[in-house]
């Protein structure tokens, strides 16, 4: 091509160049800037204000050369459109199937014991909550008062039930976006979106989605800061990102203080990464700082333990109920582990081609897939698992973290898979094949996750028992105690009783069930009571009932009252006892109750 030298007046000319370009500041333009008729060679001056500066090249494009040109900028410029449009529906996919899945089938119609605890605690005022918080489940204080706001909107028009797991919705849908974004970042955009995918439709992840507890809020703040700590080994040097890192540790740990356990996850993932002496010191640094934050909630829930007191120590039952769960039965289970195996593999064997090395070891990432997820799907739960030989604190949930771990694996697994066919049509169908594998064994699970029976118990059916059958002047007590959760979770369906045991109620006393009378106080207290219902586990253990309160209860309606209706359902025991020698008589169970 030729060219004309604007300074010194000699025409110069490009040994090397055979075909025509346009300058990179303006693809689009089509003015030639020096006169092909120039007779003198001087110095060519033009009026086009977009002309090169003086003592540039600049060439003569012929015109149908400077078309093409055109027409390949505006053509990479709707490429780049469309990449982008891609971009975000690697994240807003999986987010838009979490949602889908965590609103169907949302409102079961009852809230089980831990979310009726949610109920009554972030229900009350702020100062009464504040003061709960002291004597009991300051671990998850954070999330009451996220809850808190919620209970007030929809004007009694939106269930008590969906309105608590709300929350949860949310955070499955951002984890399952964090999930899909960690997948593109250490691999693919179709890593990160089958890696999404499989996140959202796993029926564990569907079930927390619809629990009124912190656990799916606690799952989006930990994949989060994996995101993090990626972008932070990065670029290890930018001190923004190491701190935006701890604020999310720290957001994690004062949902739920189990989170701290990914910490482990972090450390192998960097040690074994080689990310040096000067990135695990910042790694550390902001670790300390994480913890030193909650450490006033460590040190207050360290005080409440003995609400856990319950648990036992987990064995190969548990484990094998936690891979299931995670990881599911027969084919799901199979396809997961084969697919995750095949993931490490790949990514230790795949050599990348010699075109674009250079460029693309500037944009990838300091670690690799397998590195952070393996560590993040199988550490938190072995170190839950083996401190809970020592002090049982051993429960799946605290740990539902570990499948977002598990999910990229599967995804990678996924993609190389398809890979290995040549058309796009064929690496398409190869991968919804996959995840179909996955995704329709696994619909009946769904479904199950969504009925009443999926929890351990059913307080609105033993609420619903008292209403049908109660009268004025009834008398209701709880065996024990915090079977007062079912009057606090449904207090409608106890507006025609009185609560003989009760002295102080628990928003007043900061207590989750309230304090009950003395036991000489509670014979008084039913003494003009014709008639008691009495609230109870289906099958309590008599330690449960050895409490002064407790244990007067049962000896006054053995002396003065006869059983006349017993009603069993999922979890509780509904009884009718009437005083003797009056001529009450009790009321007809509902038809649905269950015997």
Known sequence: MDVVGVRGGSPATDPSSTTSTVPATDPSSTTSTVP???????????????????????????????????????????????????????LAVPAL??????????DRGSMWQDEATTFAIAGRSLPELWRTLGHVDAVHGLYYLLVHPLLGLGGGSIPAEVLIRLPSVAGTAAAACGVAALGRRLGSPATGLAAGLVYATTPV???????????????????????????????????????????????????NLFAALVLAAHGVTLVAGRVGARTLA??????????????????????????????????????????????????????????????????????????GEAETAKRRPALTLPLVAAPLALLPPAVLLAVSQIHPFYQERYVLYAVAGLAPLTGAGVVAVARLARPLAARLGIAAALLALLVVPALPVQQ?????????????????????????????????????????????????????????????????????????????????????????????????????????????????????????????????????????SPSSPPPSARR
């Not at 003592?55 to 505006?74: D, E, I, M």
């Not at 053509?75 to 690697?90: E, I, L, M, N, Q």
């Not at 199937?97 to 949302?106: E, F, K, P, Q």
């Not at 039913?526 to 009495?534: C, F, K, T, Y």
């Open 282 to 355: 910042r790694w550390a640094c902001s670790c300390a700082a994480a913890l030193l934050a909650v450490l006033p909630v460590a040190r207050v829930s360290f005080g409440q333990r003995a609400q856990v007191a319950w648990l036992e120590r987990p064995g190969w039952p548990e484990v094998e109920a936690l891979v299931t769960r995670f990881a599911g039965t027969g084919v799901p289970l199979a396809v997961t582990a084969l697919l995750s195996a095949l993931a490490v593999l790949t990514v230790f064997t795949t050599r990348r081609s010699a075109i």
């Open 36 to 90: 092909a008729t120039d007779p003198t060679g001087t110095t060519s001056r033009t009026t086009d204000p977009d002309a090169a500066p003086s003592g540039t090249l600049v060439p003569r494009t012929a015109p149908h050369r400077r078309r093409a040109a055109v027409w390949a900028a505006r053509r990479w410029t709707g490429w780049a459109g469309w990449a982008g449009w891609a971009g975000w529906a690697v």
């Open 205 to 255: 992840v569907s079930y927390y989605a619809q629990e009124g507890r912190s656990y799916a809020l606690v799952t989006a703040a930990v994949v989060l800061a994996t995101l993090l700590l990626v972008r932070a080994a990065d670029r290890p040097d930018r001190a923004g990102r190491w701190a935006a890192y701890t604020a999310a540790v720290a957001l994690a740990c004062l949902l």
């Open 448 to 584: 199950q996750v969504r009925r009443v029976d999926s929890r351990t118990d059913d307080p609105a059916a033993a609420a619903r028992i008292v209403a049908a059958g109660a009268r004025p002047g009834d008398a209701v007590l709880f065996l024990p105690s915090v079977r007062r959760l079912v009057a606090e979770a449904y207090p409608d369906a106890f507006r025609r009783t009185r609560d003989a045991a009760l002295r102080v109620s628990g928003a007043a006393s900061g207590t989750l069930a309230g304090r009950e009378l003395p036991p000489e106080r509670i014979e008084a207290s039913l003494a003009d009571a014709p008639r008691v219902w009495v609230v109870s586990r289906s099958h309590p253990r008599d330690a449960d009932l050895a409490s002064g309160p407790d244990t007067a209860k049962r000896l006054l309606l053995r002396e003065h009252y006869n059983r006349r209706m017993f009603v069993r359902v999922l979890g509780y025991a509904v009884r009718l006892y009437v005083r003797k020698g009056t001529g009450v």
């Open 97 to 106: 199937v979490a949602l889908v899945a965590g609103a169907w089938g949302i």
